[in-house]
T-cell receptor
Framework: KAGVTQTPRYLIKTRGQQVTLSCSPI?????VSWYQQTPGQGLQFLFE???????NKGNFPGRFSGRQFSNSRSEMNVSTLELGDSALYLC???????????????FGPGTRLTVT | KNQVEQSPQSLIILEGKNCTLQ??????????LRWYKQDTGRGPVSLTI?????NTKSNGRYTATLDADTKQSSLHITASQLSDSASYIC????????????FGTGTRLTIIP
């Protein structure tokens, strides 16, 4: 069974630009969650999509948005990029809602975004 | 506000030795606690998941314990190997609410030969 895939793996953008990251979950998984990971802050939850609906949202500005398609693939968009958005962006998929005691979350390899 | 604190921040041990990583949390209402291993440049991989009623769970050389009364968990690694060098992240899940998952900042473990 193929794992979670994320594209692209690496990205360099300049301030003010926008970026779209893509995540393909494990086949059959309905939940996709997005996280930002920086050395100082660790992993921070961005949002979770389940069956095309946003179910939970972390404490990030509106410049961060996402969506999920009918095949469970998800995209994350960041508009008006700032230097502080440089981070590793991870997505994770699970069959049920993230965090459930019976639901294992599987992470992708991440997209390393550098904003200059 | 839910919080998860891990200690130590970093740890260096000799190959073959044992070590214990700590996780203290204030998450309510508690649902479950997970330990993840994250190799450099890769996504985290789940090691164990424990619910309120479980106080120990093993995965090979990794053994996690949970004390729900004191809100503490530990991850014990036995007979460490070079491949154990990684960051270990403690994640606590709440039963509901926007702060469903709270992540610790991790312990960076380095195994030296």
């Amino acid at each position: 069974k193929a794992g979670v895939t994320q594209t692209p793996r690496y990205l360099i953008k300049t301030r003010g630009q926008q970026v779209t990251l893509s995540c393909s979950p494990i086949s059959g998984h309905r939940s996709v969650s997005w996280y930002q990971q920086t050395p100082g802050q660790g992993l921070q939850f961005l949002f979770e999509y389940f069956s095309e609906t946003q179910r939970n949202k972390g404490n990030f500005p509106g410049r961060f948005s996402g969506r999920q398609f009918s095949n469970s693939r998800s995209e994350m968009n960041v508009s008006t990029l700032e230097l502080g958005d440089s981070a590793l962006y991870l997505c994770a998929s699970s069959y049920g809602l993230a965090g459930g005691p019976q639901d294992e979350q599987y992470f992708g390899p991440g997209t390393r975004l550098t904003v200059t | 506000k839910n919080q998860v604190e891990q200690s130590p921040q970093s740890l260096i041990i000799l190959e073959g030795k044992n070590c214990t990583l700590q996780c203290n949390y204030t998450v309510s209402p508690f649902s479950n606690l997970r330990w993840y291993k994250q190799d450099t440049g890769r996504g985290p991989v789940s090691l164990t998941i424990m619910t309120f009623s479980e106080n120990t769970k093993s995965n090979g050389r990794y053994t996690a314990t949970l004390d729900a009364d004191t809100k503490q968990s530990s991850l014990h690694i036995t007979a460490s190997q070079l491949s154990d060098s990684a960051s270990y992240i403690c994640v606590v899940s709440a039963d509901f609410g926007n702060e469903k998952l709270t992540f610790g900042t991790g312990t960076r473990l380095t195994i030296i030969p």
